[in-house]
């Protein structure tokens, strides 16, 4: 089993910038395929960022150049860089695992989730 953890979520004006962390426990991520997911109200979970051991990144359109996932291998860990944040990001975050290579788009294809953070950017 895998633990997630995210934090790092808050309030923040348009145009500023946020990095949102996820830790993970239980075992190790490095092998795993890591995402971040979205839910605004009364939306569904979308996609935001997904990316795979060896460092390859798939980006949601409406976050591209704005957005940098990363991984930490040393401490079990991901990240991504929110910059020029838009009212229209406001949202739950969550990070996402799943121990089978390949990047995924979808929710149903993660396995581990994180219980989510805010995310709100005002105007």
């Known amino acids: 089993q895998v633990q997630l953890v995210e934090s790092g979520g808050g309030s923040v004006q348009a145009g500023g910038s946020l990095r949102l962390s996820c830790a993970a426990s239980?075992?190790?991520?490095?092998?795993?395929?890591m995402g971040w997911f979205r839910r605004a109200p009364g939306a569904e979970r979308d996609f935001v960022a997904a990316?795979?051991?060896?460092?390859?990144?798939d980006y949601a359109d409406s976050v591209k150049g704005r957005f940098t996932i990363a991984r930490d291998f040393a401490r079990n860990a991901m990240s991504l860089q929110m910059n020029s944040l838009k009212p229209e990001d406001t949202a739950v975050y969550y990070c996402?695992?799943?121990?089978?290579?390949?990047?995924?788009?979808?929710?149903?294809?993660?396995?581990?989730w994180g219980q989510g953070t805010q995310v709100t950017v005002s105007s």
């Open positions: 996402a695992a799943r121990p089978i290579r390949g990047l995924g788009r979808t929710a149903n294809e993660y396995d581990y």
């Open positions: 239980g075992r190790s991520i490095n092998g795993y395929t």
């Open positions: 990316i795979i051991w060896s460092g390859a990144t």
